[in-house]
């Protein structure tokens, strides 16, 4: 079994994502609800904690930016060494099939569509 190892930019995305109240800690209530909800057989919990964990600016979509974040930062987890226009360009092509009305970002619908056609 591979050993869980991660860099300090994966973990603040996860610490960004549990903060709920934006306050720059995570309480016990943050981590509890966390825990459950990744405990949970409930799929559609999931899905929000993981729309919210990739839309950093907590506007409510992702862009391609965020996206761009989120590619960059799974491969380096990996250790697959990607350049920034390969991940520019996958980035490129999942907005092309997944931004159904072509407006540069993903609602939770069309990420919520993406991940279950998918």
Partial sequence: ??????DAET???????L?????????????ICALSILKSDNFEDKL???FTAYDIDKNGFI???EMFQLLKTSAKSRGLITSNNE?????????NIVDKNGDGQ?????FREAILNN
Avoid: C, W
């Fill in 1 to 6: 079994m591979k050993p869980f190892t991660t």
């Fill in 11 to 17: 973990i603040s995305e996860l610490f960004h994502s």
């Fill in 19 to 31: 903060d709920v109240e934006k306050q720059g800690q995570i309480d016990f209530r943050d981590f």
């Fill in 48 to 50: 929000q904690l993981a």
């Fill in 63 to 65: 862009d391609k930016n």
């Fill in 87 to 95: 991940i520019s360009k996958a980035v490129d092509d999942v907005f």
């Fill in 106 to 110: 993903l609602s939770y619908t069309e």
